[in-house]
């Protein structure tokens, strides 16, 4: 078993709700955002519509709720096929290194997305 304090959670229930919770409101987000593109759009519209403080703020949610959903899922599969006991002993410091490489990647997908939303 690894444990680790890389978890978003601190154990699995917490974990599992957190990923479903985050992939409903993806599911809420995405939806709309299909419906708003089929029902045809063009610049202007587009424009006015983010510039609308509740459509930033579902924004905010989104990318936030992408954030945890990811490092989740990531560490889900790191913590579960990257170990010391399928890739020898420097499987934690490899696990440690990706961990540490997705948690920045997503760091700056975060800051990016505020950017702009809110730049």
Do not use: C, P
Request: glycine fraction near 10%; hydrophobic fraction near 60%.
């Amino acid at each position: 078993m690894v444990t680790s304090v890389t978890n978003f959670g601190r154990n699995g229930l917490s974990d599992f709700l957190v990923q479903r919770i985050t992939s409903v409101v993806l599911l809420a987000y995405f939806g709309w955002l299909a419906y708003v593109l089929v029902a045809g759009t063009d610049y202007g519209q587009w424009q006015a519509l983010f510039a609308t403080t509740w459509v930033r703020i579902f924004s905010a949610a989104a990318l936030f709720s992408l954030i945890f959903h990811a490092w989740i899922g990531m560490w889900g599969v790191l913590s579960d096929y990257v170990t010391e006991r399928l890739m020898g002993a420097k499987g934690n410091v490899l696990r440690f290194l990706l961990q540490l490489a997705i948690g920045a990647a997503l760091f700056i997908y975060m800051v990016w997305g505020f950017q702009i939303l809110w730049g």
